[in-house]
C-alpha cells in the first residue's frame, strides 16, 4: 500500500480542495503555496518519479498533464497573464512527495530565478 499524501487525497483519506479532476489527473491546491495561485497536477495513479512513469509506457498521459495545466489555467483565470510549470524529479530536483506532481504557479509577475 503506497501511502504518500497524494495516494491519501486521491483515495479520500485526506481531504482536499479538488480544482480539476478526471481518471488520469487530479488538480489541487498546495497546502504551501509559492505564488497566489499554486496547483498541483497530480496523476490519479500512483508514480514515484517520472522514471517510473516512463518504465510504464505512459508517455502520452504526459501531454494530457499539460493540456490540463492549461485548461485549468484558463479556469482560474491566469492563463492570460501567464503562469510556470515546474516538474521535481528526485532528492536533487527538490520533489518533497514521492508521487509525481507538477507545479503550476500565477497570479502574479514571477520573477527570472527558477533555481533557489
Ligand atoms: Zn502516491
Not at 479520500?12 to 491546491?29: L, M, N, P, Q, R
Amino acid at each position: 500500500m503506497i501511502d504518500d499524501v497524494f495516494c491519501k487525497i486521491i483515495h479520500g483519506e485526506i481531504k482536499s480542495e479538488t480544482v480539476y479532476k478526471d481518471d488520469d489527473f487530479w488538480v489541487i491546491h498546495d497546502i504551501n503555496p509559492q505564488a497566489p495561485v499554486h496547483l498541483l497536477i497530480i496523476p490519479a495513479k500512483h508514480f514515484t518519479s517520472l522514471e517510473d512513469f516512463m518504465e510504464g509506457n505512459n508517455n502520452g498521459l504526459l501531454g494530457k498533464a499539460l493540456v490540463i495545466a492549461h485548461k485549468v489555467a484558463h479556469d482560474v483565470g491566469i492563463a492570460e497573464k501567464g503562469y510556470r510549470l515546474i516538474l521535481n524529479e528526485g532528492e536533487y530536483g527538490g520533489k518533497l512527495v514521492p508521487h509525481l506532481h507538477i507545479h503550476l504557479l500565477g497570479g502574479k509577475k514571477l520573477g527570472p530565478k527558477i533555481v533557489g
